[in-house]
């Protein structure tokens, strides 16, 4: 039963899939998509949903996703080990995966009431408010490197601002799916308020060109979420909102303490196995004695990452990349930057067959006058080394994306004029570009994202502000505009 539609589990009706636990191959999961016609059902059935779950009080919905919370708590070891099953992330992160789930309802109730909260001012013979309604039917699109939490960002500012949803997961993810909506029905949530309609690509294009849903919530690759804002393109009445990629930039200038800086590196290029969309890509380091001392602690410490399978009893730093696939694919993108003048440093291996398993790589791409501008999703990062600060920064802006940034420096100054020049919509000092904060606004400029960031600022998209001016009763004013009497 692999769907689930105004309550109710159902069987697919569409094609059959399989999600596959990533360190040894063997199988996760398995089940039919949702065929158009079940997508219809689920649309339908959320639509059903609507009106009474938007009238009830923002209270009564938390009530009801507080009890998720509860549930979450209660689960939270079985649903970290069915996401690292599915993902290959190591069980220690995993868990803090569902931790993030736990947090995000919290941070989200008081994101309601901060940026959609009740506002009242004062106008002549009465009172302007301000206030906001849900859109309706929103979709939910989920990735699969965070495929409880970055759904679960979406779908709780979703609920708790009176939408009902009907989520699409990552079709690699789909039993990470199917745990987190059973704990949704065991909290008690009414019949139709999220929908899961599981399935690969015909399913997507089912629920994001359906004219039944109001808007959609895209977290995912750049080049889906370009299709769906051509697909959305003359249709100015449905919300989107797309968090992307990156090609994220980590400069080094002045650093005192090299393990210091050696430790945000690794934190940023190298954790969920370069799988986050807040990975640093592209490290810049300058060149001469300094740098080099860094560099050589670097190649050291890449070298010593702690590579294994995610329930392993000494727990690695770096599980699997998601799938075979990927593994060759970031084999192939070392190849190809080797192949345009890249100097290997540290060499990403496809560790065994049949999985995706693979050893972290560090390449130093210096040479390379045309480096692609391209998001590799796992554990390569490239190496720039420069002898201009000014220059540095610009090669760093140099890219179609605009997610996260950041300097290692000592230096206030360094940072105050980094900061002003850097473009992404996450930029940290002194720290790593991953693990942002969800009581932060998250996303990107560029093509990583449309203006409408998630975490905090999900509230603002959940929601469309009305505005409204009251009297108690109608009354004539005492002094009539001219050329009107009564
Ligand atoms: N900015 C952000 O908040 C984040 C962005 N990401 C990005 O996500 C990507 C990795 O996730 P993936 O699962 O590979 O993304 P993806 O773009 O392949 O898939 C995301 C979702 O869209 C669906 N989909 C794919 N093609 C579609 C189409 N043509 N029409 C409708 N639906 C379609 C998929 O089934 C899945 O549910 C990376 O690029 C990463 O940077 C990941 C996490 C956070
Ligand atoms: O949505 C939130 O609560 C904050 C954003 C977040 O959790 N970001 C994580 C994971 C997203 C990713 O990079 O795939 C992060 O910045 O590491």
């Keep these: 039963m692999s769907l689930f539609i105004n309550g109710q589990w159902l069987a697919g009706e569409g094609p059959a899939f399989q999600s596959l636990n990533p360190a040894d191959g063997s199988l996760a999961w398995e089940g039919r998509g949702a065929s158009p016609a079940q997508v219809d059902a689920a649309v339908a059935a959320a639509r059903q949903a609507f009106v009474a779950w938007a009238d009830k009080s923002v209270e009564?919905?938390?009530?009801?996703?507080?009890?998720?919370?509860?549930?979450?708590?209660?689960?939270?070891?079985?649903?970290?080990?069915?996401?690292?099953?599915?993902?290959?992330?190591?069980?220690?992160?995993?868990?803090?995966?569902?931790?993030?789930?736990?947090?995000?309802?919290?941070?989200?109730?008081?994101?309601?009431?901060?940026?959609?909260?009740?506002?009242?001012?004062?106008?002549?013979?009465?009172?302007a408010f301000i206030r906001h309604k849900p859109h309706g039917v929103v979709a939910v699109f989920g990735p699969y490197n965070f495929p409880g939490h970055l759904p679960n960002g979406h779908m709780v500012p979703a609920l708790i601002s009176g939408n009902v949803v009907v989520f699409k997961p990552s079709e690699l993810t789909p039993k990470t799916a199917e745990h987190t909506l059973k704990l949704w029905e065991a909290a008690g949530l009414p019949a139709g308020v999220i929908n899961l309609v599981q399935g690969e690509l015909e399913t997507g294009k089912a629920l994001a060109g359906h004219a039944g849903i109001d808007g959609l919530f895209f977290t995912g690759s750049s080049n889906t979420g370009q299709l769906l804002h051509k697909q959305f393109g003359g249709r100015p009445e449905?919300?989107?909102?797309?968090?992307?990629?990156?090609?994220?930039?980590?400069?080094?200038?002045?650093?005192?303490?090299?393990?210091?800086?050696?430790?945000?590196?690794?934190?940023?290029?190298?954790?969920?196995?370069?799988?986050?969309?807040?990975?640093?890509?592209?490290?810049?380091?300058?060149?001469?004695?300094?740098?080099?001392?860094?560099?050589?602690?670097?190649?050291?410490?890449?070298?010593a990452i702690k590579v294994g399978g995610q329930f392993d009893e000494e727990q690695p730093f770096m599980g699997p990349l998601i799938s075979e696939k990927a593994a060759l694919g970031m084999v192939a993108a070392?190849?190809?930057?080797?192949?345009?003048?890249?100097?290997?440093?540290?060499?990403?291996?496809?560790?065994?067959?049949?999985?995706?398993?693979?050893?972290?790589?560090?390449?130093?791409?210096?040479?390379?006058?045309?480096?692609?501008?391209?998001?590799?999703?796992?554990?390569?990062?490239?190496?720039?080394?420069?002898?201009?600060?000014?220059?540095?920064?610009?090669?760093?802006?140099?890219?179609?994306?605009?997610?996260?940034?950041?300097?290692?420096?000592?230096s206030r100054d360094d940072w105050d004029y980094f900061f002003r020049r850097i473009r992404a919509g996450i930029v940290n000092w002194n720290k790593q570009?991953?693990?942002?904060?969800?009581?932060?606004?998250?996303?990107?400029?560029?093509?990583?994202?449309?203006?409408?960031?998630?975490?905090?600022?999900?509230?603002?998209?959940?929601?469309?502000?009305?505005?409204?001016?009251?009297?108690?009763?109608?009354?004539?004013?005492?002094?009539?505009?001219?050329?009107?009497?009564?």
């Design 60 to 127: 009564e919905r938390l009530a009801i996703i507080n009890a998720f919370g509860e549930q979450l708590k209660a689960n939270k070891e079985a649903l970290a080990r069915t996401i690292a099953e599915e993902t290959g992330k190591p069980f220690w992160e995993t868990q803090t995966e569902v931790a993030a789930m736990i947090g995000k309802i919290a941070i989200s109730s008081r994101a309601y009431e901060e940026r959609t909260g009740l506002v009242e001012n004062d106008v002549a013979g009465g009172r």
């Design 334 to 410: 070392q190849d190809k930057l080797k192949a345009l003048g890249g100097e290997v440093l540290v060499e990403l291996k496809h560790l065994q067959t049949g999985t995706g398993r693979v050893s972290p790589g560090l390449i130093d791409v210096t040479a390379i006058s045309d480096l692609p501008d391209e998001e590799y999703f796992g554990p390569l990062v490239q190496l720039i080394r420069y002898d201009d600060f000014d220059a540095a920064i610009e090669q760093a802006n140099n890219t179609r994306y605009g997610l996260s940034a950041g300097l290692l420096s000592d």
């Design 238 to 303: 449905k919300i989107l909102a797309l968090e992307m990629g990156g090609n994220n930039p980590l400069l080094v200038r002045d650093v005192a303490d090299i393990k210091g800086a050696v430790h945000e590196i690794l934190q940023s290029g190298y954790i969920s196995t370069g799988q986050r969309c807040t990975c640093a890509r592209r490290l810049f380091v300058p060149k001469g004695a300094k740098g080099d001392e860094l560099v050589n602690a670097l190649v050291t410490a890449v070298k």
């Design 433 to 486: 570009t991953t693990g942002a904060s969800g009581a932060a606004p998250f996303g990107g400029v560029g093509a990583s994202g449309n203006h409408r960031p998630s975490a905090y600022y999900a509230a603002d998209y959940c929601a469309y502000p009305v505005a409204s001016v009251e009297a108690e009763a109608v009354s004539a004013p005492a002094s009539l505009a001219p050329g009107l009497s009564l």
